[in-house]
């Protein structure tokens, strides 16, 4: 079966792991046209000075529905090189076609993570979206600069740059996101922790400074190295957060609009009445710098800087169009994106929707498919029907979590106790993992995060020496109070993998006496208990291949195992428990991750020592690393990546989608 | 017969709120509602949602009233203002989405219905009175696959090979230009193309066991005294067959239909999600999956009401069929 839950993880992992990851591979810088018998590249020598734009916006220039694109790009628009999107190792940039609509096909009503990915764009943006060692270039704005110690970071907007229904972007836009939005407490309860120096609850929000009409500053009280990756690619923000279209979204709030078209508004929307309610309508509407609702109903008519719009919702479709403002263009000066635009069929059936997709009915799989479906895939494009790529998956998609605070004075002494989660480590045999969910190949044995030893001797001595040694008539182990330790686990199928793992390593740990059970939970009854900290042991996963940005923290303890510990740090000590020095350490590696610059050696140097507490401390179970996962492209697209085991994020795939262009 | 038809007809409604009561309660029994597993998706996405935002969440879509509350409110609104509350998962009112999509799982379930019976009551008559020849043997067979294989698998398996093996395009229900079209005469043409498709999946299951049923009744009248006697009087084969013995032997098949429609109605579910069909099928289970109260609760008491009035009508026509019925017990 398929993968569910890949699509949604693989950002956030891919995020995570690629900092550190690109930056330990080779990525090329933008490359001369290709030689010998390939079909030209572009000649990245110089910046464009002529504009070219897709035959369908020419022909509404001409009929005067449109100004020529040379007003409709900012004076200096983003030329994208070849290698920025996605490095060139994987997609020697060509340039494309105009024309062709994508066919794709979402699950959910609700927005879809493919598409999601695809319009984000970001304030900055980073080569292959992770490689913050070669420089963060401007995106959306058109330069920026930290100062010495990184508490304050100055950006420059591109004069002339328009929003996608013509307005333009002006210093206003910025001024609103911050006065009117997120320092308005109605709006926002929450301050954003990434706009908090250092990520860190406890540090003043970021204030704004506006220099002139184009340049605006962000100063923050302590220093904030890991800003840049924050804004660029963690947790796939967009520019949502910080550049809103005032002249859209002032509609919709109390100093700009009548409390009575406010709540008539709400009322229509069947949002709660009233007038100190008024801010529901205006979140309703708005998009924040998770802009996951461009996908969904709540993005029509809402202008946004991305590179298709969402034009039409109906009962089983989403039709996107081209965003004629679209502020890129390609080194030979044509306006990106190629493709006229996106229709996404709404298919809720997962199988059906890999079905279609395979048989050459949607041009992208996307994050859909596991290794299972590997062999499947690879006859396909050896029959030509279509082009296989095997990239990096972000995520660890099985981690094992024991929740070490959980309210059980006789659990906590025996799972807080580090011989016993070694002896659990032991147990696990690895390499079967691998060879049973990967095909032996398409990931590795833990080397970073965590010990990789498989020894069931050595685990049963441990167990032994620590004083488990008792054992009940069936011969599993009894813990501290004198009755058979158990570990049950509550696991819900985030993907296919999850129960499965989970059951072998049940079997490994029923092997070395300590009795384990497996329970499938409904995913949503799931979360709720976890985050009530009911949960004794679970199944999730991590993003640990994407730890260097800074921007996926789950290296701390998360609701898997610790939710009262990352109360406590969240809460700044009021509530939750404290937790041990060895933890406290994370945390302390954590803030010096995110003070130092992303893509600096001292970056390498936190990372490093946040992979070391792990791998000493076990804190929770990894079962492999380095993951990859089989995705399937219609053979009509360009621009797109080929081969098996890549070393490139899937998901940078689908960031690159303004450059893909459709071959007919 | 009007007084039965009267009867039956009241007591349509208690049925109807005691339905949609249960149907609430159980769409309530999970643990969270919409709003959590939002969240739950939200968070597999990436996003982090504070306690503050979900508790801002949560007055926004209304969740924190108790479930009496809740239900006398929605019932009262669809009684009142034929307003079945808000979908949270399409960010529509209910009675939109209903209106796009019951009517074409009415009528699909319909044709489906008219469909097992047109084609298993000839299929029956013909098994019995070509007893154990091939096409006997040949459709039992059939009808045994229909019965054993999940119509949902089926669904898959045929929708791989079709495209792959034949290049149709079988899921869907109209071609790419129709679909946001208005109605026509040439979208409904377009759509019988692809209509046979679900109507012969979803209809395959009910059908082995009418054919069985059929086939047994009729061997069984085709055994009695009166038949030999009419033979014996000269009456031709196949009016002889018609006018007699086939209808008595459809008796209890026209009161299957009590229990066929349900099945029908349930198994378009699944097999319109395979498909991707436009109707309630795929919303449903999305609604329930996501807990997006209004909109499943709306959907389930629709879907309770087309078999409702479906087995009264299939009781009415059982009624007029079979005079015994009518008269209830006869008193001597």
Known sequence: ?664 | MLGYIARRLLLLIPVLFAISLVNFIILELPEGDYLSSQIAELEASGANVSQQEREALRRQYGLDQPMIGRYATWIGNIITQGDFGRSLRYDQPVSELLAERVPLTVGISLATTFFVFAVAIPIGIYSATHKYSFFDYAFTFFGFIGISVPGFLLALVLLWLCYDKLGWNVSGLFSQQYVDAPWSLAKIFDMLKKVWFPILLIGLPGMAGLIRVMRANLLDELEKQYVITARAKGLQENPLLFRYPVRIAANPIVSTIGWVLPAIVGGEVLVSIVLSLPTTGPVLLDAVTSQDLYLAAGITLMLSLLTIIGTLVADLLLAWLDPRIRFGKVEN
């Open chain 1, 1 to 664: 079966m398929y993968e569910r839950e890949i699509s949604r993880r693989h950002f956030l992992v891919l995020a995570a792991g690629s900092i550190v990851v690109v930056s330990c591979g080779g990525n090329e810088e933008a490359q001369e046209s290709g030689g010998g018998g390939q079909p030209k590249g572009f000649d990245v020598s110089g910046t464009p000075t002529k504009y070219r734009e897709a035959p369908m916006l020419a022909e509404r220039v001409k009929a005067g529905d449109l100004p020529p694109v040379e007003e409709r790009l900012p004076k200096e628009p983003h030329v994208v090189q070849p290698g920025e999107l996605i490095s060139t190792d994987f997609v020697p940039m060509r340039p494309g076609k105009y024309g062709g609509e994508l066919r794709l096909g979402q699950e959910s009503p609700a927005g879809d993570p493919i598409i999601f990915v695809a319009l984000d764009e970001a304030l900055i943006w980073a080569p292959s979206g992770f490689d913050f060692a070669k420089g963060a270039k401007g995106n959306v704005v058109k330069d920026w600069e930290a100062n010495s110690d990184n508490t304050a970071f100055t950006f420059t907007m591109r004069e002339g740059l328009r929003w996608s229904d013509g307005e333009p972007v002006t210093m206003e836009d910025v001024r609103f996101a911050f006065e009117d939005v997120l320092y308005n407490e109605e709006i926002t309860p929450d301050f954003p922790t990434y706009l908090r120096g250092n990520y860190n609850p406890a540090a003043a929000p970021a204030k704004l400074d506006v220099v002139d009409d184009w340049t605006f500053r962000l100063v923050f009280d302590r220093p904030y190295g890991a800003f840049p990756a924050q804004l660029g690619i963690a947790e796939w923000r967009g520019y949502g957060g910080i550049i809103k279209p005032k002249h859209y979204l002032k509609q919709f709030h109390k100093k700009y609009a009548s409390a009575a078209k406010l709540q008539n508004e709400a009322r229509e929307m069947a949002l709660p009445e009233g007038e100190d309610q008024w801010f529901n309508l205006f979140n309703a509407k708005q998009l924040t710098e998770w802009m996951w609702n461009a996908t969904t109903e709540a993005a029509l008519g809402h202008p946004t800087l991305m590179p298709w719009i969402l034009k039409q919702v109906d009962s089983s479709s989403f039709t996107y169009e081209r965003n004629p403002y679209y502020f890129k263009v390609d080194p030979n000066g044509s306006q990106l994106p190629y493709m006229d635009g996106i229709r996404s069929e709404l298919v809720q059936d997962k199988e059906a929707l890999t079905a279609r997709t395979l048989t050459g009915e949607f041009d992208y799989l996307g994050e859909r498919a596991s290794v299972r479906q590997l062999s499947l895939i690879k006859e396909k494009a050896e029959r030509g029907e279509g082009k296989l790529s095997v990239p990096k998956g972000h995520t660890i998609p099985t981690t094992v979590f024991l929740n070490m605070t959980y309210e059980d004075d006789n659990w906590r002494q025996v799972v807080r106790d580090l011989r016993f989660r070694q002896a659990l480590s032991l147990a696990i045999n690895r390499q079967e993992i691998i060879d049973s969910f990967y095909l032996g190949e398409f990931a590795k044995v833990p080397k970073l995060s965590n010990p990789n030893e498989y020894d069931v001797d050595k685990a049963n001595q441990i167990l032994d020496d620590m004083g488990m040694d008792q054992k009940d008539d069936k011969g599993f182990r009894l813990g501290p109070n004198g009755e058979r330790f158990e570990i049950p686990f509550d696991i819900a199928d985030h993907t296919e993998n999850h129960i499965p793992t989970g059951e072998l390593i049940a079997e490994y740990w029923n092997e070395i006496g300590i009795f384990t059970s497996v329970k499938q939970m409904d995913v949503t009854v799931f979360g709720e208990r976890l985050a009530d900290n009911q949960i004794w042991a679970t199944l999730i996963w991590v993003h640990q291949p994407v730890w260097g940005s800074g921007g996926f923290p789950d290296y701390l303890p998360e609701d898997g195992w610790g939710p009262l510990w990352t109360e406590w740090f969240d809460t700044q000590g009021e509530s939750g428990e404290e937790p041990p020095d060895g933890v406290k350490q994370l945390y302390d590696y954590h803030i010096e991750l995110l003070t130092v610059d992303s893509g600096s050696e001292q970056n390498e140097v936190a990372l490093n020592k946040i992979l070391k507490s792990h791998r000493d401390n076990i804190w929770i179970f990894q079962v492999a690393e380095h993951p990859y996962y089989p995705t399937f492209f219609s053979n009509r697209i360009g621009n797109v990546p080929q081969g098996v085991k890549q070393d490139t994020y899937g998901i940078i795939t689908s960031f690159s989608m303004e450059q893909w262009f459709i071959n007919e």
